[in-house]
């Protein structure tokens, strides 16, 4: 019986003794997330200790003094309060008064002052953490590899770069609130253990058994909160977003309906944990006031069957009680809703600091070398790469691209041409092989000073929510320079639809673009590259949405930039978008299976000629 009751405490113990670890191991990983706020976190809790002083300081003045205006004084012989109440008896009464009230509205204006600051802070230090993480996690998915960037999901991102941050500026201000809570509390029982132990005893006592008490109630319910808090935040971040991003697919297939149905119960359920959370949270306050008002009872009801010098000293002991606890009963809420909050948000610090360490793991590691003239060759030696937990890729590719040199890469879909360009822009990087420009490893080049010298436009056009002038100009150094891009325009033939808009170059294109068709985006991506005109120029399917005639007519200004000597690399479904290409590399699965001039390939290979359509065939058959 007596081994049993021993196991179920020392399992107990190990249990309290993980989840403490376990809570100091989240303190720690806050601080740290707080790194550059440490001084603002010191500085409160330094006026946190000021507000305590303070407090402690009125208690022992006022009671004294109270006292000091009776003959018969419960407090004397009790240390602090009789040694004020002696300092205070040689001064008449109205002096005495006028000492303290003096004394007491200096003390009221610095507790005024300092709690000022401190609420104002206590606010401002979760801002300043939140958006100092919501940076920090931009900043790690921008500068992250592709495949470790690829791999959050749109709800990870929302829950990184927005709720999480906010959650962990929370953890740190219930943190440093609790903190200072708990240092008031001692500073209080500090000055009540100099008073009468017997009192500390009690409070001790009431601590103790109300926190136990509390904690066995609610911390269950708290931890599950937590954890349907987050994934709740996720799944409805991601349903959002998806939502949002396919906003005219929803539309044209009727499923409007569907996707409010389910985004209404996600957010029903988001809600109804956050009520749960709340109505859990504020149990703190009353819980502890219920509790301290039974206590009380119970020992009015004791003197009323003590003796009266019995009754009298325990009267004593109430009376300090009750000051004690009304101070205290602020503190001590304070410091329990803090503990819970502070749980609550343990997963997103947690989540925080693993995602912002593999981040930094999974960091783009850049070389060295600068690229300093402009590409020359660019060569792909026994290339090889598959994408993470997949067969797909390309396989063995071996080819060099000369300066100058107009390269058609064609081939069916899924064939590997983006993942060539992918590679060639360093965004992923060759499992076996090498691809080297003028000479130097690809892997080895400052990646600055190879994009400087590249411009792609590929299949997806990204145009941003900004004017046509900020799309054309975008990511180049210095003024924008408007004749050029008006040629640019010209060029991509897309600026008789720019000149139709109502503010030209101005104009604001809004969000991904939406302003414009399919094939306007495609042009003005095409400018984008026209008017960069940078050494080694990438285009991916540029003409997919386009007319016949617009499509010949940018082919011929892809051939003047070609004749300017631009090293041009083109992706192409089919063969007639590339004429005018020097050479063509024919892509199937992956591999390269043919390559030479277009001619030459529409006579000697049946797969080109089977790509290339009916028309070419006759045309050259
Ligand atoms: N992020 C990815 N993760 C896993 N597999 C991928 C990924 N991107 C592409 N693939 C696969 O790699 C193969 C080559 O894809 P790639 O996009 O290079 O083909 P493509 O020739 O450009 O096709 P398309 O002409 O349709 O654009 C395909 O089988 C594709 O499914």
Not at 2 to 20: D, K, M, P, T, Y
Not at 65 to 74: E, T
Not at 222 to 251: C, G
Not at 383 to 407: I, M, N
Request: with cysteine; aromatic share 8%; net charge neutral.
């Amino acid at each position: 019986m007596l081994g049993h009751a021993a196991r179920r405490f020392r399992n107990r113990a190990s249990v309290w003794l993980a989840s403490l670890r376990g809570t100091l191991a989240v303190v720690l990983l806050t601080l740290k997330l707080a790194e550059g706020h440490w001084l603002f976190v010191v500085s409160y809790i330094l006026l946190a200790i000021i507000n305590a002083a303070t407090e402690s300081f009125s208690i022992m003045l006022i009671v004294p003094l109270l006292q000091s205006f009776s003959s018969d004084s419960i407090f004397a012989g009790v240390p602090v309060l009789d040694s004020v109440g002696q300092l205070l008896m040689p001064f008449p009464p109205e002096v005495r008064l006028r000492w303290v009230a003096c004394i007491l509205l200096g003390i009221i204006l610095i507790k005024s002052a300092v709690q000022y600051f401190t609420e104002v802070m206590i606010y401002l230090l979760p801002l300043r953490l939140e958006r100092d993480l919501r940076m920090r996690a931009f900043a790690a998915i921008m500068e992250s590899n592709l495949t470790f960037a690829e791999s959050i999901s749109t709800g990870d991102i929302g829950n990184y770069t927005a709720s999480f941050p906010a959650r962990a500026g929370l953890a740190l201000r219930f943190l440093i609130q609790g903190t200072a809570a708990v240092i008031t509390i001692a500073i209080m029982l500090g000055l009540f253990i100099a008073i009468t132990p017997s009192a500390l005893m009690g409070l001790a006592g009431f601590v103790i058994i109300g926190s136990v008490l509390f904690k066995s109630l609610t911390g269950p319910l708290a931890n599950r909160l937590d954890r349907e808090m987050t994934d709740s935040q996720r799944e409805f971040t991601q349903a959002y977003f998806e939502a949002v991003n396919n906003k005219r697919t929803i539309r044209i297939f009727n499923a409007t309906d569907t996707f409010l149905t389910r985004i209404n119960k996600l957010l029903e359920r988001l809600r109804g944990v956050q009520t749960q959370t709340i109505a859990v949270q504020n149990a703190t306050y009353p819980f502890f006031a219920t509790l301290s008002g039974v206590l009380v009872c119970g020992l009015v009801l004791m003197a009323s069957f003590a003796s009266p010098d019995e009754a009298q000293a325990l009267l004593g002991v109430l009376l300090l009680f009750l000051v004690a606890s009304a101070r205290m009963l602020g503190p001590f809420s304070v410091a329990h809703i803090a503990r819970m909050h502070f749980s609550i948000h343990a997963d997103p610090v947690r989540q925080m600091d693993f995602f912002l360490r593999e981040a930094a793991r999974n960091k783009d590691v850049d070389g060295e070398t600068e690229l300093q003239r402009a590409a020359q060759e660019i060569t792909f030696r026994d290339v090889s790469f598959a994408y993470p937990g997949s067969q797909s890729g390309v396989k063995d590719l071996d080819f060099t691209v000369r300066p100058g040199e107009f390269l058609a890469i064609v081939g069916p879909s899924g064939s590997g041409k983006s993942t060539i360009f992918h590679l060639l822009s360093r965004l992923r990087r060759p499992d076996q092989g090498e691809i080297t420009i003028s000479g130097h490893p690809l892997n080895e080049l400052q990646i600055r000073s190879w994009w400087n010298q590249l411009c792609i436009v590929s299949q997806d056009v990204p145009i941003f929510n900004a004017t046509v002038r900020e799309n054309i100009h975008f990511g180049k150094i210095g003024e924008p320079d408007d004749a050029r891009i008006w040629d640019a325009l010209e060029n991509a033939v897309a600026a008789d639809f720019v000149r139709r808009m109502p503010d030209g170059l101005d104009s604001s294109l809004g969000e991904f673009g939406s302003n414009l068709s399919g094939g306007e985006r495609q042009r003005l991506a095409l400018a984008r590259a026209f008017y960069h005109r940078t050494p080694v120029i990438l285009l991916d399917e540029v003409t997919s949405q386009l007319d016949a005639e617009t499509e010949h007519r940018i082919a011929e200004s892809i051939s003047r930039l070609h004749s300017e000597k631009h090293t041009i690399i083109a992706i192409a479904h089919r063969p007639k978008t590339i004429r005018g290409a020097d050479r063509v590399l024919v892509l199937r699965d992956g591999r390269v299976v043919a390559s030479g001039d277009h001619d030459t390939l529409l006579t000697e290979n049946g797969f080109y000629r089977e790509m290339a359509g009916p028309s070419e065939k006759a045309v050259n058959g």
